[in-house]
């Protein structure tokens, strides 16, 4: 069965970096993108953008444009997504979640990784 | 940006009843639309794609309807295990997300 396995937790400081993974299985990895999605406490759902993981290729938020990068590594099946210069608002669960392209709705979804930032 | 506005932000019912969950886009999204429901400490679930179409194992009490800018989620005989909150998405120009309604026990 499709799986999407994310790793744990972090706590990061105001200003950090955060790289979270989302390794794939049960399907052909590179055939469907990667989304990373991120939910504040108690609040709604904010996509951040999504990874070809076939061509590397990707699409950001604007409001993440120069802050974020998503990579892949085939030879693992794993998607990474690193946000730089935390802010508190950053503060979420960080969700990966498939979609074929176009039309672009989530079918599979990853745990979800709890990003904690302090000061 | 497409903005997605659900309505109401919550709902009362009870088991058994029938609900409408309604999703307005500010512009046309054709029928690229889909819903989830997300239950505490899970991640969300898709229940309907392309406006009106259900996912794989989701029951037929939960359908989908609307095209255009005006959109809906019907819960037949609410079962126990459906009192959730309920986004909606549109995936024509970005992607955004409405802010969700939360289907909560009367």
């Known amino acids: 069965q499709v799986q999407l396995v994310q790793s744990g937790a972090e706590v990061k400081k105001t200003g950090a970096s955060v790289k979270v993974s989302c390794k794939a299985s049960g399907y052909g990895f590179i055939g469907h993108y990667i989304n990373w999605v991120r939910q504040a406490p108690r609040q709604g759902l904010e996509w951040v953008g999504w990874i070809n993981p076939n061509s590397g290729g990707t699409n950001y938020e604007q409001k993440f444009q120069g802050r974020v990068t998503m990579t892949r590594d085939t030879s693992t099946s794993t998607a990474y997504m690193e946000l730089n210069r935390l802010t508190s608002d950053d503060a979420a669960v960080y969700y990966c979640?498939?979609?074929?392209?176009?039309?672009?709705?989530?079918?599979?979804w990853g745990q979800g990784t709890l990003v904690t930032v302090s000061s | 940006e497409i903005v997605m506005t659900q309505a109401p932000v919550t709902l009362s019912a009870s088991p058994g009843e029938r609900v409408t969950l309604s999703c307005r886009a500010s512009q046309i999204i054709s029928i690229n639309l889909a819903w989830y429901q997300q239950k505490p400490g899970q991640a969300p679930r898709l229940l309907i794609f392309?406006?009106?179409a259900r996912a794989t194992g989701i029951p037929a009490r939960f359908s989908g309807s609307g095209s255009g800018t005006e959109f809906t989620l019907t819960i037949n005989s609410l079962q126990s295990e459906d009192f959730a909150v309920y986004y909606c998405?549109?995936?024509?120009?970005?992607?955004?997300f409405g802010q969700g309604t939360k289907l909560e026990t009367k």
């Open positions: 392309g406006a009106s």
């Open positions: 998405q549109q995936h024509e120009l970005g992607i955004t």
């Open positions: 979640a498939t979609c074929s392209g176009t039309p672009c709705y989530f079918e599979y």
